[in-house]
């Protein structure tokens, strides 16, 4: 079959372990960067222009798009759609993870587990906000932001609030959320694929620093998760409507809490951390469903 990995860099390891998972089984494995992509909408025939060629004979594909291009990416996977395609991430799934308020609202109707979150739409009133949480220390999050950018630990009500007017004042978008103080700086990644759990490890933040992300210096050992953790990301994956998926969440007293869900998880922490190749996993997942 031939199968398409929409990434806008072929030195990723994620991409490149998913090109060399799909060779393995015999599939063509093709690199398109979504972001050159030309798409022709037309009556019942739907076309996407890549390079000057068309492409065609595509069975399956996986989105691996990055946040600052989620509008246009969503727009390309939406496009294979329309040709009947079969994509690992579904377009309006995509849309729903990147927006992290819609996300948390979506996990809450599930009836999951999170953190306190406060909202406002630029409220001058940021001690209300900030209360709305219990208080400080709080974690405020831009709500574009990404692998721990835009994420700041406020100690106390004052430099809370100083945080929110100064994120107010930009016009910024942001989320405030209670401190779990019990996750002691860790986090848990757990990794789904077509509602199975094919890996999971803990995320360590380096020592003062309380974002746990790889990519702020982070390290990950492989976890084993309880009934309740595992349920739990479970559901989450399954409210967000995502076939793969990463799901962030914290240990607290009052049991799992979702933190976000992510639908372009990498590749490189999770398999390195638990010895699994996830990369077989996704292209089994596409395999199945193009067939």
Not at 33 to 40: A, S, W, Y
Not at 175 to 197: H, L, P, S, T
Not at 279 to 289: D, F
Request: aromatic share 4%; net charge positive.
């Amino acid at each position: 079959m031939k199968f398409v990995v929409l990434s806008q860099n072929p030195n990723l390891y994620s991409t490149k372990r998913l090109i060399e998972a799909g060779e393995k089984k015999g599939h063509e494995m093709m690199i398109v960067d979504h972001g050159n992509c030309n798409l022709i909408i037309e009556r019942k025939k739907p076309v996407i222009i890549y390079k000057g060629k068309e492409i065609t004979d595509v069975q399956g594909v996986i989105p691996r798009i990055g946040a600052s291009i989620t509008f246009f990416g969503t727009a390309v996977v939406r496009q294979f759609e329309m040709m009947k395609v079969f994509t690992a991430t579904e377009s309006q799934a995509l849309v729903r993870s990147r927006d992290k308020l819609r996300s948390l609202q979506i996990l809450s109707r599930a009836g999951l587990g999170l953190p306190k979150t406060a909202f406002s739409n630029h409220s001058k009133h940021v001690s209300e906000v900030v209360d709305g949480v219990g208080g400080a220390p709080c974690v405020i999050k831009l709500l574009e932001g990404t692998q721990g950018l835009g994420v700041v630990l406020a100690d106390n009500k004052n430099s809370a609030e100083s945080i929110l007017e100064a994120f107010n004042g930009l016009k910024a978008r942001v989320i405030v959320q209670e401190f779990i103080k019990e996750a002691m700086g860790a986090d848990i990644r757990v990794f789904i694929v077509d509602g199975v759990v094919v890996g999971a490890m803990k995320r360590q933040g380096k020592e003062g620093e309380f974002r746990s992300n790889l990519h702020r210096g982070g390290n990950a050992t492989v976890f084993e998760l309880t009934d309740e953790e595992e349920n739990a990301a479970l559901k989450a994956a399954k409210a967000m409507g995502l076939g793969v998926a990463g799901v962030d969440l914290l240990q607290s007293a009052r049991g799992p809490l979702i933190l976000e869900v992510n639908s372009s998880p990498g590749l490189e922490g999770i398999e390195k951390a638990t010895g699994k190749d996830i990369a077989t996993q996704i292209i089994r997942y596409v395999e199945r469903n193009a067939e």
